[in-house]
């Protein structure tokens, strides 16, 4: 550990439950707490004040890690967080102009996600919250997604609607949640979610599949305006089988499944031979030092950019009607839509058009916060801090941690 965690050559010693963390009542409030994510490929560390104002979010990206394999590579990502950490965290406390000490809590994401990625977090964050004597809090990174557009909306001084339907829709996540504050709480009711892959997954594979860089998601949003969003009829995407227990209670109109959708994408590929362009496309691009979106543009075909248009629409279509339809059975006051697909611009066109029909509220939170970040981590503690719930030394890594 970090010697500047101990003052010099002092070491802490082991407090007696007398001695314990301090509790929110307890504590001097300088409502500063330092949010800790390390779920999948990005170590992000911010200081945020009070659930709202945000003095330094700091992330350190594996983007070129990973992108030769075109994924995550779980034990890459892991190595990887273990050397960003320490040097995240300092960046962070030195942007904020703030110390160790004059934090009010460590929050850390203790899942879902990697299990080698969380657990660099959630040890760094319990070693650190012994070392100074100060809370521990665990977050679950979807709830975190949440409260990146809630982070946004208060510091605007904006009204929530309750009951709030949020879709959380990422590189792992496509979820929909009822979401309510009470009591100071929030209390989150899963609705709905992907019975296979996640939309970003989706975006993801299919971007490799055609020649195209890591992450896929900003490769196809970016190339998708190009071309014809209707050249290829990909139809409507039903569920019509609950296929794992865990769904049982769902109803299929809010389930999601874009493993279909894939399949097809590699079927047109597959009867219109277009395997030669893409395997050229793809050497092309490797060829780059830093290759970029707007570098394929001339690498694609008139049919290559209809595919990409025609699947991101099919896919922008399907989580817009589905979330819509949710938020009309559940009688939803407001929609929020967070999470790295977040920042695709058909999918925010799309949804604030189809909101404005009928005169229904969307909040997406900044491009900024989409993504992986801590800012979102340390936002959920604040209310978590402010009621008490506190973690407890048996924290470790949940990869699998619901929510609701």
């Not at 997954?201 to 490799?208: H, N, Q, S």
């Not at 190339?223 to 209707?230: E, K, V």
């Not at 290829?232 to 493993?259: C, D, N």
Request: aromatic share 6%; hydrophobic share 45%; net charge neutral.
């Amino acid at each position: 550990m970090e010697r500047c965690l101990y003052h010099g050559d002092m070491r802490p010693t082991l407090p007696s439950s007398a001695d314990a963390a301090p509790t929110p009542e307890s504590a001097p409030r300088s409502g500063l707490i330092l949010g800790i994510e390390s779920s999948c490929d990005e170590t992000g560390e911010a200081i945020v004040r009070g659930g709202v104002e945000v003095l330094s979010n700091v992330i350190a990206s594996q983007i070129r890690t990973h992108a030769p394999y075109g994924g995550v590579v779980p034990e890459l990502a892991s190595r990887e967080h273990l050397q960003n950490i320490v040097p995240v965290v300092r960046t962070a406390l030195q942007q904020a102009g703030c110390s160790f000490e004059d934090l009010d809590a460590i929050a850390v994401t203790e899942g879902p996600g990697l299990a080698g990625a969380l657990l660099v977090g959630v040890m760094y964050a319990k070693g650190l919250a012994f070392a100074l004597n100060k809370p521990l809090i665990a977050v679950n990174h979807l709830e975190g997604h949440i409260h990146a557009v809630l982070l946004e909306a208060r510091k605007q001084q904006q009204t929530l609607a309750q009951p709030t339907l949020a879709l959380v829709v990422s590189g792992g996540h496509t979820h929909l949640y009822l979401a309510e504050e009470i009591g100071g709480t929030w209390r989150y009711n899963n609705i709905g979610r992907t019975v296979d892959d996640a939309a970003g997954e989706a975006f993801d594979k299919v971007a490799k599949l055609l020649g195209l860089g890591y992450p896929g998601g900003p490769w196809i949003d970016w190339l998708a305006p190009h071309g014809d969003p209707h050249a290829v009829p990909f139809g409507p995407i039903t569920v019509k089988q609950k296929p794992y227990r865990a769904l049982q209670k769902q109803s299929p109109r809010f389930l999601f499944s874009f493993s279909g959708l894939k399949t097809a994408v590699l079927r047109h590929v597959q009867q219109h031979a277009m395997k030669p362009v893409i395997e050229a496309r793809r050497e092309a691009l490797a060829k780059l030092a830093d290759a970029r979106p707007s570098d394929a543009l001339a690498l694609c075909d008139t049919a290559t950019l209809n595919l990409i248009a025609s699947f991101q629409r099919a896919v922008v279509e399907d989580l817009v009607r589905k979330t819509f339809a949710a938020a009309e059975t559940f009688h939803s006051a407001g929609i929020v839509v967070s999470g790295g697909v977040a920042a695709n611009g058909e999918l925010r066109q799309y949804f604030l058009a189809a909101g404005q029909k009928r005169g229904l509220p969307v909040i997406f939170p900044s491009l900024e916060l989409s993504t992986d970040n801590a800012a979102m981590i340390a936002a959920a503690a604040w209310p978590k801090f402010m009621s008490g719930d506190v973690a407890t030394e048996t924290l470790t890594a949940m990869p699998s941690l619901s929510l609701g």
